[in-house]
C-alpha cells in the first residue's frame, strides 16, 4: 500500500514550489496528498482501475506524476525540484519554525542540506548571521533539532496504522497462517511507533516466511529466518515477523506488547512465587508449565484481572489489576457522534452535506460543524455573514438526514478573546475554542475566556504537533480547575500529528473534568479516524462515564448548557 509514499512525495513538491514562491501550487499539492493519505484504499488498487482523477484534489497534471511513480518508482518531476535545491526538505522542515523559504535561505546562505549540518552552523554559530535568523532563532533551532531527529526515526501512529492494517489483511487472506496479532507500540497504540512487531501462527513455518518476505509491499528484505525474519514497507517502515507455536503464543502476545517496564513488573511478580516468566510461558520452579496458550491465562495466574493492551505502560495499571480495580474502558461504538469538524466554508475538503452523508454511514447520532472563526485567514475562517449563510443550509440538511448536524465553530484565542463576538457565540449550539497561535499568557487568556464567553468545548488543549511542534506552555492544573467549574470539556483530538490532550494528561485529570474525543477532521475521509482519538482516551484510562459525546444528543446538550 503506497498511499504515504505517494501522499510524502506530494508534500515534498509542494515545499520545494514553497522555496521557489510559486504561488498556489503548493496548496493544491498538499491538498491532493492529504486526501491521499487518508485513503483507506490502496492507491495502487485506484490506478489500476484508471481513477486517480476521481480522488478529490487529484487534477489530471498530479494523476499522471503519481501514475509515472507507481508504474516506474520514479517522479520526474520530483527529481527536478530535487536536483535544483538539494536539500532533506522533509527533515528540515520537521524542525520547528523552519519552513520551506526558510530552508532555502539557509541552503544558499551556508549550503545546509541535512539535519546534521543544521545542528553543525548552529553549534558554530553561523545561523544567527543569516539575514531574518539572529542568535535568537539559532537557540530556537538548536533546540528542536533533537526532537526533529527523533521524528525521523519514528511514525506517527495514524501513518502507521493504514500500512500495519493493510499487511494484516494480507496475512490473514493468506493460507500460510493461523493466527496473526500486530503486537509491541502498535498494539498499545502509542502515538508513534518505531517499527511493526507481529506474531503469528503457521503449519509450515518456511512457507509463512517465504509468503511474508513476497509480499505486495515489501521494499526491501532485511533478514529471512525460520521463525524471524524483518522486511521494509512503505515509507521506510521495517516490519518484524516472528513464528511462535500455538502453545506459547498468549505468553508472547504477554511478552511482545507490554511496554518494557509493564513487563518487569509484570515478571517481578512471578520470582517472588519463584516462578519464571517469558515468551514462552510461565512456569513453576520444577519447569512446569503453569500457562502460556492465552494472555488471561498469564495474567490470572498470576492473580490479577487481564490487563488491556494500551494500559501496559507501567503506570499503575497491575496494581489496580492484583485489586479487580481496572477502568472498564470506553469503547469506539459508545462515542456517539463527533464534535469537530471543517466544510467547505473554510479549510476543509466536503461540502456540510457530504459531511452529514458520512456521518449517517458511520453510524453517528449527531455531528458539530466547527469551521475556523475569521481571524484565522490562513484556514479562510468564516465572515459573520458566512455564519448565519451556514446555519441556514444547516437547518435545510437536518431536514433530509437521520443525523443531527449542529451548528458550532471553531473560535480562536487571540491576546484580545475570541475572534467571535459574545452575541455570536450566543447564536451556535456549541462553542469550541483553541488557541492556534501561543499568547504573551496562554494560560491566564484561556482562563479568560472560559469565564468571559460561553465555551463549551476547548480543542486540542496543548496546540502540540507530536515531532514538530512544542506544546502551549500551560498550567494545566489552573485549566482543568476552571474548565470543571466552567463544565468546559476538554477535547482529544484524533488527528495523527496532535492526539492532544496528550494521554498521559488524560490520565491525570479524568476524574476532574470532562473529555470529548473529536476527528477534526478536514474530509469525510478523516472522520474514520475517532478511533485513534479512542485509543489515547482508553490509555489514559477513560470509562465511557468520562467521555462526554458517549451521551445521546439530548444529555449532551443539558450537560453544556447546564
Not at 498511499?3 to 506530494?10: I, M, P, Q, Y
Not at 495466574?301 to 474502558?329: C, F, H, S, W
Not at 470543571?484 to 492526539?499: H, K, M, T
Request: hydrophobic share 35%; net charge negative.
Amino acid at each position: 500500500m503506497k498511499n504515504k509514499e505517494v501522499a510524502d512525495k506530494l508534500y515534498e513538491i509542494a515545499d520545494y514550489l514553497e522555496m521557489q514562491e510559486v504561488e498556489w501550487k503548493p496548496r493544491a499539492y498538499r491538498r491532493a496528498a492529504r486526501n491521499i493519505e487518508a485513503l483507506s484504499e490502496s492507491i495502487e488498487d485506484i490506478h489500476e482501475r484508471g481513477e486517480l482523477e476521481e480522488i478529490d484534489g487529484v487534477g489530471e497534471n498530479i494523476a499522471k506524476k503519481i501514475a509515472e511513480y507507481l508504474d516506474t518508482g520514479e517522479m520526474e518531476y520530483y527529481q527536478q525540484l530535487r536536483e535544483e535545491l538539494p536539500v532533506d526538505i522533509e527533515a528540515l522542515t520537521s524542525v520547528e519554525s523552519l519552513g520551506p523559504k526558510r530552508v532555502k535561505k539557509l541552503y544558499k546562505a551556508l549550503e545546509v542540506t541535512d539535519l546534521d549540518e543544521l545542528e553543525q552552523a548552529a553549534e558554530e554559530g553561523k545561523i544567527e548571521e543569516v539575514e531574518d535568523f539572529g542568535k535568537k532563532s539559532q537557540g530556537k533551532i538548536l533546540g528542536h533539532i533533537e526532537q526533529a531527529k527523533e521524528g525521523q526515526e519514528r511514525m506517527l501512529i495514524g501513518k502507521a496504522f493504514p500500512i500495519a492494517q493493510n499487511l494484516r489483511e494480507e496475512m490473514e487472506e493468506s493460507e500460510k497462517y493461523n493466527r496473526v496479532t500486530i503486537v509491541g507500540s502498535f498494539r498499545r497504540r502509542r502515538p508513534t511507533v518505531g517499527d511493526i512487531d507481529i506474531l503469528a501462527t503457521a503449519d509450515d513455518a518456511m512457507e509463512a516466511m517465504e509468503d511474508f518476505t513476497s509480499g505486495s509491499d515489501v521494499k526491501e528484505v532485511m533478514v529471512e529466518g525460520e521463525t524471524k525474519s524483518s522486511i521494509k514497507v512503505s515509507g521506510g517502515l521495517q516490519v518484524d515477523l516472528r513464528i511462535v507455536d500455538d502453545e506459547s503464543y498468549g505468553a508472547a502476545l504477554q511478552y511482545f506488547t507490554g511496554s518494557k517496564d509493564h513487563n518487569v513488573t509484570v515478571r517481578t511478580i512471578a520470582t517472588r512465587k519463584d516462578w519464571k516468566l517469558n515468551e514462552y510461558g510461565l512456569f513453576d520452579s520444577d519447569e512446569n508449565k503453569l500457562a502460556g496458550e492465552t494472555e488471561e491465562g498469564i495474567y490470572n495466574k498470576l492473580q490479577m484481572n487481564y490487563i488491556e493492551p494500551e494500559l501496559r505502560e507501567d503506570t499503575g495499571e497491575v496494581e489496580a489489576a492484583q485489586k479487580e480495580n481496572l477502568p472498564d474502558l470506553v469503547e469506539r461504538e459508545e462515542v456517539k457522534g463527533d464534535l469537530q469538524m471543517h466544510s467547505k466554508y473554510s479549510d476543509g475538503r466536503d461540502s456540510i452535506e457530504e459531511l452529514a452523508e458520512k456521518a449517517e454511514e458511520l453510524g453517528h447520532e449527531y455531528i458539530l460543524i466547527t469551521d475556523h472563526g475569521p481571524s484565522l485567514q490562513i484556514a479562510n475562517g468564516l465572515e459573520e455573514d458566512e455564519i448565519d449563510e451556514q446555519r441556514e443550509e444547516i437547518k435545510e440538511i437536518n431536514e433530509k438526514y437521520d443525523v443531527e448536524v449542529l451548528h458550532g465553530i471553531e473560535a480562536n484565542i487571540t491576546d484580545e478573546g475570541l475572534d467571535v463576538s459574545k452575541e455570536a457565540c450566543g447564536e451556535f449550539d456549541l462553542v469550541v475554542v483553541a488557541m492556534h497561535n501561543p499568547t504573551e499568557n496562554p494560560t491566564e487568556d484561556l482562563i479568560w475566556v472560559m469565564e468571559d464567553y460561553p465555551v463549551d468545548i476547548i480543542a486540542h488543549p496543548q496546540n502540540r504537533k507530536i515531532n514538530e511542534r512544542e506544546p502551549l506552555d500551560l498550567d494545566l492544573d489552573r485549566v482543568v480547575e476552571k474548565a470543571s467549574e466552567e463544565d468546559v470539556a476538554l477535547e482529544i483530538n484524533s488527528q495523527p500529528a496532535r492526539l492532544d490532550l496528550d494521554w498521559a494528561n488524560v490520565k491525570e485529570y479524568r476524574d476532574k473534568v470532562k473529555y470529548v474525543i473529536s476527528t477534526d477532521a478536514h474530509s469525510t475521509s478523516e472522520m474514520e479516524l475517532l478511533h485513534l482519538g479512542v485509543s489515547q482516551a482508553r490509555r489514559g484510562w477513560c470509562e465511557k462515564e468520562n467521555i462526554i459525546n458517549t451521551e445521546n444528543l439530548e444529555d449532551l446538550l443539558d450537560y453544556f448548557r447546564g
